[in-house]
């Protein structure tokens, strides 16, 4: 098993430098033969990405934008195209890995004969990559690349990473830290008696929960995804769920960004739309918190956030998606957060009691079934 | 005096009718002026002298203009009291300007020196610089006033013969002149005068100083007034530097007083040449104390018809006067004074407005009847005529404006516009703008405006000149140009704008502001737009060569890095790879290098330019570089653009040599090897050359 891994990945990387090469070498041809070079690339917007019905997720459309030398808007982008390119066909040729900030650091220098850098910031690197991943048609992972690890997880499953076999009851009070590349050949599972998987949107919550025993007594797997859960987490989520068969419920705040997490988590993102046959999980289902909670838990005033206009228009956008605009319970959700005019986030259940979100509040909803999916 | 006022009179006890007829009586003109001298422009020391100077200098250039004459003016300013305190306001001046117009006729002289309000001019319409009579004998009065010096004049009206040696005081209570000296010299011009400084010693020895050859005939006047000299704004020097601008046919030289009273440093108003060998037949240049404007055309202005006036340009009083006038000197009919006292009336016309006026052809005009003349008014009212007859203006021309400027003001950009007569209050005028924008102008200063009305210049009350809101109301964004809300554009701008008339309305008798008449500023408005447009389209197309140069620079930074990463994905040879890219980058901003081979060419002048009113000066570009209205050049330009224009931008200016009047048909034409007419150049100036042709190296 392990030696076909090896023998896949060495074949992946054939492929991938293969892509690099080509794309260089019609630059070139475009360049000898006195045409102007440019390199078109799939375009990663709104506009651009369609909604798969049939599928539930968002899919990336055909459109894409060309990026001639010549021309002051895009020259510089022209550039580190290129770059970054030849940074990855090194690190394939050298079978190293590098993140995001480490090729950032490799392709930035002075231009030559000038003050310039040839990058300022990593802000202006990663969208590159991205423009790499979609030009060439391959992964990050392909392109040798990951992210910082995000998110943890903690549960009743036993996985291999690396070899290395990680049993999840047993990972204290961090959990085991989520890389950003969990393609089977790093990954595999191989022992799971969970039911389920819940959610939680970020690392404060997921403490309690953790510290509740939570997925002991319901023995389920317990993920954070830090806010919007990076691609490893995704990743991993829908390989749970597609692998083992388990439902993914999420936890999130009530407000317009925690609706949007439980989108992205469900259909995929605008930006990631060629990754969602990896990443969505249509079937994730959202448990809280709801806008009726403020009443039927009886919160305190206290917890009120008044919606900003930039909420608002935020919540109107995304009752307008195509995937919630015909959910009659998702427009019901976020049209009572609008009626209410004020958002919560899931802590502001402490003040009921300091377990009872992990104890009461989500054991009894997931025993009622009162979710939105 | 009624009932009303004597019942006062007698309740207060006061002066009776009788007794206040007593102390009623005529005033003469001139006592009026005396007590008003501020209205003619002599409110104080240092306006007067300027004022002195600027009557005389008109005076002169109408006479000789009139005379078919290319005037030749000598304006001499000697100060008498050398050894005054420092701290004195002001000073004795013995102002003196000599000309070598036609001369006047021995009986004239009293009444054009000694009166006021009496003149060629005032009765006439006719365009000149002069039009009621006042300016020189008000000088000299005065003068009279502050010194009690008589005025002093020679006249030569006969080449051959002796001159008229007249010295005359005026006299106010009767507005006449008294004549203290009158005899005939052989000395014209006074040889005392070329011998007034050392440096006029070496200018009459050149031949370049009031040589009688250039002064067969002509007048000299001196005045002695209480004055005060100083450079700067609505100086003297101002004022001969615009004259000469507006009138790029007269040569003027002047000799300035020893002493300047202010320490004012900012000598030259406009940033005019220095001197220089090459443009010393063109720029104005200062010998030895002497500052010369020289003659930048050879031509005189066309000569212009006096007219008759307009109908629908008079009022019924001067109707009623005019039929009065008629009557007494020729008894004529109704019919026959409608034609020949207007313009645009032909018989067929005169006809119908005797019909109007309740009157057959052959009415008498002294039959006429008020309540029938009224009749007569509103129908020129209401008559369709064609507008009066233009050949009366002289503009100043659109070459004319363009050779004037360039000797005038050092800038990199010149266009002016003359806009075709137009009709106010039944007279005839004629706008002219003109700009010259870059160059040695500076560059973060409200734009600098100069008037001028029948060629001479307007110093002062600029704001209430219809000319000044004419600037105010043009909207110079568009044409690129920075421009605080109803304010003057800022940046090394400097405007011109002239109006000819038959008459020219002045706010005060003084002449320093044009009255703001609809007609007036929309004309003006158009002649600055058409100017606007020109300077536009040439900063646009100069601001898109910096662009194509940037861009180039940007294509030319990127291209290194480019060639090498492919270099390394596909193992080809990089150099190879950036020639390629360069060659292409090259192509793409074709536009910067157009004018990279312009370098060190001098002017060029496109071929539309003498329709277009366009002057480019591209060696004066290095200096605008700076100009803030521009946008910011990323190069900095290498040493070698910087040597031709090292070598002073002046020196580089065309030459329309006094000699040669080809020469002032384009300017251009001076300096052949480097008038390139190339239509599709227009307006393209050079950018300066980049410091590698290759851009970054890399190998």
């Known amino acids: 098993m392990a030696k076909k891994t090896t023998h896949s990945v060495a074949e992946r990387d054939a492929r991938t430098q293969k892509k690099i090469v080509e794309l260089a070498q019609a630059i070139s041809r475009m360049t000898l033969s006195g045409r102007e070079p440019q390199l078109s690339i799939p375009t990663r917007t709104k506009s651009n990405t369609v909604w798969n019905r049939k599928k539930g997720i968002l899919e990336m459309g055909d459109a894409t934008a060309d990026r001639p030398l010549f021309d002051l808007k895009t020259a510089k982008q022209f550039m580190q195209t290129m770059l970054h390119a030849s940074t990855i066909k090194d690190l ?171 989108s992205v988590i469900k259909q995929g993102s605008i930006s990631l739309a060629f990754e969602s046959t990896r990443l969505a999980i249509p079937e994730a289902k959202f448990l809280g918190i709801r806008a009726k909670d403020f009443r039927q838990c009886g919160l305190d005033d206290a917890v009120k956030i008044d919606l900003t206009d930039n909420d608002i228009k935020r919540a109107r956008e995304i009752a307008a998606y195509p995937w919630f605009e015909g959910h009659k319970g998702w427009q019901k959700e976020i049209q009572a957060m609008l009626t209410n005019g004020f958002k919560m986030e899931v802590e502001s259940l402490i003040t009921k009691d300091i377990s009872y979100v992990s104890e009461v509040y989500v054991p009894e909803r997931l025993k009622a079934k009162d979710w939105l999916d | 005096m009624d009932a009303v006022s004597e019942t006062a009179a007698k309740r207060r006890k006061g002066a009776t009718a009788e007794e206040m007829a007593t102390r009623q009586r005529d005033i003469s003109v001139s006592e009026f002026f005396a007590k008003n001298r501020h209205l003619l422009g002599f409110d104080n020391p240092r306006k007067a002298l300027l004022t002195a100077v600027k009557e005389a200098v008109d005076n002169s250039l109408d006479a000789c203009e009139e005379a078919g004459i290319l005037p030749e003016i000598a304006v001499i300013i000697e100060d008498l009291q050398p050894d005054r305190p420092a701290t004195a306001k002001s000073s004795r001046y013995r ?164 002493r300047d009273a202010g320490a004012d440093d900012d000598a030259s108003v406009l940033a005019h040449a220095e001197a220089s060998a090459a443009t010393k037949a063109t720029a104005t240049t200062e010998t ?47 019919f026959t004074f409608l034609q020949e006292r207007f313009c645009r009336v032909s018989s067929a016309t005169a006809a119908q407005m005797c019909k109007a006026a309740d009157a057959t052809s052959r009415t008498r005009a002294g039959d006429v009847e008020a309540p029938q003349a009224e009749k007569l008014f509103q129908f020129f009212q209401d008559v369709k005529l064609p507008p009066p007859p233009t050949d009366c203006l002289a503009p100043i021309g659109v070459r004319q404006l363009l050779a004037g400027l360039l000797k005038g003001v050092s800038a990199e950009f010149y266009a002016a516009s003359s806009r075709s007569a137009e009709v106010y209050r039944g007279r005839p005028f004629q706008i002219e703008a003109a700009i010259a924008f870059g160059g040695d102008l500076p560059a973060d200063e409200p734009a600098r405006v100069i008037r001028f009305a029948n060629r001479v210049p307007l110093l002062f009350q600029q704001s209430a000149c219809s000319s000044f809101k004419a600037v105010l109301e043009t909207g110079w964004k568009n044409y690129n140009l920075q421009q605080p809300r109803g304010s003057l554009p800022v940046g090394p701008l400097v405007i011109m704008l002239h109006m000819a008339s038959v008459w020219v309305p002045f706010t005060s008798e003084s002449k320093e502001a044009i009255a703001d008449y609809d007609e007036i500023r929309k004309e003006m408005k158009l002649a600055l737009m058409e100017c606007g447009r020109k300077l536009g389209t040439y900063l646009n197309k100069r601001a898109k060569m910096r662009r194509e140069g940037e861009r180039r620079d940007v294509f030319e930074r990127y291209i290194g890095e480019i060639s090498k990463a492919i270099g390394a994905i596909t193992g080809e040879d990089a150099k190879r790879l950036y020639d390629a890219l360069h060659a292409q980058a090259k192509r793409k901003t074709a536009v910067a290098d157009q004018q990279l ?76 090897p480097a008038v390139r007419p190339k239509p599709a150049a227009a307006a393209k100036p050079p950018i300066p050359r980049r410091p590698s042709q290759d851009g970054p190296t890399l190998f």
Not at chain 1, 124 to 137: Q, T
Not at chain 1, 213 to 229: D, S, V, Y
Not at chain 2, 299 to 316: A, F, V
Not at chain 2, 648 to 656: D, E, F, L, S, V
Request: charge should be neutral.
């Open chain 2, 288 to 334: 030895g104390g002497v500052v010369i404007y020289p003659r930048g055309v050879q031509e005189l202005p066309p000569e212009t018809r006096e007219i008759q006036p307009h109908p629908k340009g008079i009022e019924l009083g001067i109707l009623l006067q005019m039929l009065k006038d008629y009557e007494a000197t020729e008894k004529g009919s109704l």
């Open chain 1, 92 to 262: 394939i040729e050298a079978r190293k890995t590098s993140s995001l900030r480490g090729v950032f650091y490799k392709a930035k220098h002075t231009v030559a004969g000038t003050k310039e850098n040839t990058f300022d910031t990593q802000d202006e690197s990663d969208p590159i990559l991205e423009d790499l991943e979609v030009a060439l048609a391959a992964l990050r992972e392909e392109l040798h690349v990951f992210a910082e690890n995000r998110g943890s997880m903690v549960g009743n499953i036993t996985i291999v990473d690396k070899g290395d076999e990680i049993d999840c009851r047993r990972m204290g009070s961090g959990g085991y830290a989520l890389p950003s590349i969990v393609e089977p050949d790093v990954i595999q599972f191989k022992k799971c008696e969970a039911k389920f998987i819940l959610h939680v949107e970020k690392g404060t919550v997921w403490n309690r929960f953790n510290e509740d025993r939570f997925w002991e007594k319901h023995n389920c797997i317990l993920t954070h995804g830090a806010g919007q859960p990076p691609r490893g987490c995704r990743r991993l989520l829908q390989r749970l769920n597609q692998e083992l068969g388990l439902p993914i419920i999420c936890v999130l705040d009530n407000d317009p960004w925690g609706h949007y997490i439980y």
């Open chain 2, 95 to 258: 102002l003196t300007v000599v000309d070598n117009g036609p001369g006047i006729v021995r009986k004239q002289v009293e009444n054009i020196f000694g009166r006021l309000l009496y003149g060629s001019k005032f009765h006439r319409l006719k365009m000149s610089r002069g039009q009621q009579g006042i300016g020189i004998s008000a000088a000299g009065m005065y003068g009279l006033i502050t010194t009690g010096r008589p005025m002093v004049i020679h006249t030569k009206p006969k080449a051959g013969s002796a001159a008229h040696h007249i010295e005359l005081a005026m006299n106010t209570k009767t507005n006449r002149a008294e004549v203290t000296t009158d005899d005939e010299v052989k000395d014209f011009p006074p040889a005392r005068l070329s011998a007034i400084t050392p440096g006029t010693r070496a200018l009459v020895a050149e031949g370049g100083f009031l040589s009688p050859e250039t002064f067969r005939t002509g007048t000299s006047v001196s005045i002695e007034l209480e004055g005060r000299y100083q450079r700067g704004r609505g100086s003297v020097d101002e004022f001969l530097e615009l004259t000469a601008i507006a009138n790029p046919h007269a040569r003027i030289t002047f000799v300035p007083p020893s």
């Open chain 2, 597 to 672: 081979d312009e370098d060190g060419k001098v002017v060029r002048e496109q071929e539309e330019s003498d329709d277009d009113g366009v002057l480019i000066v591209p060696s004066a570009m290095g200096v605008a570089e700076d100009a803030a209205v521009l946008e910011p050049v990323v190069a900095a330009p290498a040493p070698k653009a910087r040597t031709p224009a090292a070598s002073p931008p002046k020196a580089a200016r065309p030459a329309p040599a006094a000699a040669k009047p080809a020469a002032a048909k384009k300017p251009a034409a001076a300096a052949p």
